[in-house]
């Protein structure tokens, strides 16, 4: 496979965790959000929570960054298809880690908590899956 094939599917995979992240918060919105809230106290404790698992993402940028620089040094040698496996298993955890405040917020759903908190837990996870894009650099 050619270095343009691998960007090709790493940039496919990072639209596919954008949609996997986002669209449960339509759905549950769609589907529960017209009917009363369960728990209504709980709607600020899951959205701290949900603000909080941003921080759950920042080991695994760590990693995602180190493995970035590791595959930009093996550009052209006989490692480079091992980088890219390893980059793109690296990038897939923290792309699942960081879709976690969109979840929350899906499931905030449940508990009635308002639009606005909703959209800016949606945000963080727009704002997280970002920095998981392929830098054109690379290659």
Do not use: H, N
């Not at 769609?30 to 920042?58: E, R, Y």
């Amino acid at each position: 496979m050619t270095r343009g094939e691998v960007k090709r599917r790493l940039a496919l995979a990072w639209w596919q965790y954008l949609a996997v992240g986002l669209v449960p918060l339509p759905v549950m919105a769609w589907a529960f959000g017209g009917g009363d809230a369960l728990i209504p106290v709980l709607a600020m404790p899951l959205f701290i929570a949900g603000a909080a698992t941003m921080f759950l993402s920042l080991p695994r940028f760590g990693a995602y960054k180190r493995a970035l620089i590791a595959t930009s040094k093996v550009l052209g040698t006989a490692e480079e298809p091992a980088a890219w496996i390893t980059l793109a298993r690296v990038r897939r955890t923290a792309m699942l880690f960081a879709c976690f405040p969109a979840w929350v917020a899906a499931l905030s759903v449940l508990v009635g908590l308002e639009a606005v908190p909703q959209i800016l837990l949606a945000l963080s996870t727009v704002v997280l899956l970002y920095l998981y894009r392929i830098p054109r650099q690379l290659g």
